[in-house]
């Protein structure tokens, strides 16, 4: 149980933004929201993390909401490279460390 | 330069077998840990050692030993090998773990492991 929902797949045009939503309406207040991603037969890549202020990195945005119970992976700039599984995940200290689905991002040319 | 590598790639084997899997990380990590991604792709933890001491242990069959002979080193040994043993064995490795919990996980690519 990951305690987070994504949708199981999505798709989105080469070149437009991807917006990747999840839903963790449980999350206490000092757990960290990650986002990763797996490429077909490579290992999980981490991507990013918040708590609670929105974040940019070179890879992605992360909006969160004000009452944190749900997030936004954005990819400003799909590319057929971003296609992928990216899974959301709360961060707990020796905690549950499982993840869920995920949602399998199509990007099309 | 990679930064967690895991050996083998591929590993076939029979029933019953006894088998390893290795796992080292050059990131200076004091935490490391071994995932299962079964045929639905869920990633589940399995164990966790901080500082060659096992501090995740999540209801895993006890022919899994894993063995951490320094921090940057953990194998799993897997006894009796067994059908539903079929998966694909991700090692991971963090900075740091406490609460809040916010290191990143770095994983290595795998190794499929096919029981026949």
């Known amino acids: 149980d990951a305690k987070t929902t994504q949708p199981p797949s999505m798709d989105c045009a080469e070149g437009r933004a991807a917006n990747l939503p999840c839903n963790h309406s449980?999350?206490?207040?000092?757990?960290?929201v990650y986002w990763y991603r797996q490429i077909h037969s490579q290992g999980p890549q981490y991507i990013i993390h918040?708590?609670?202020n929105n974040e940019t990195n070179e890879m992605a945005s992360l909006i969160i909401t004000e009452d944190r119970k749900s997030s936004t992976l954005i990819l400003p700039h799909a590319t057929l490279r971003d296609t992928a599984v990216y899974y959301c995940?709360?961060?707990?200290?020796?905690?549950?460390?499982?993840f869920g689905q995920g949602t399998i991002l199509t990007v099309h040319p | 330069d990679t930064a967690v590598s895991q050996t083998p790639k591929y590993l076939v084997t029979q029933m019953g077998n006894d088998k390893s899997i290795k796992c080292e990380q050059n990131?200076?990590?004091?935490?490391m840990y071994w995932y299962k991604q079964d045929s639905k792709k869920f990633l589940k933890i399995m164990f966790s050692?901080?500082?060659?001491?096992?501090?995740i242990n999540e209801t895993v069959p006890n022919r899994f030993s894993p063995k951490s002979p320094d921090k940057a080193h953990l194998n799993l040994h897997i006894n009796s090998l067994e059908l539903g043993d079929s998966a694909v064995y991700f090692c991971?490795?963090?900075?740091?773990?406490?609460?809040?919990?916010?290191?990143?996980?770095?994983f290595g690519n795998g190794t499929r492991l096919t029981v026949t």
């Open positions: 990131l200076g990590h004091d935490t």
């Open positions: 918040g708590l609670k």
């Open positions: 050692y901080n500082n060659k001491e096992l501090i």
């Open positions: 991971a490795s963090s900075p740091s773990q406490g609460a809040p919990y916010n290191s990143p996980l770095h």
């Open positions: 995940r709360r961060g707990s200290s020796y905690g549950k460390l499982t």
């Open positions: 449980t999350i206490s207040g000092n757990e960290y």
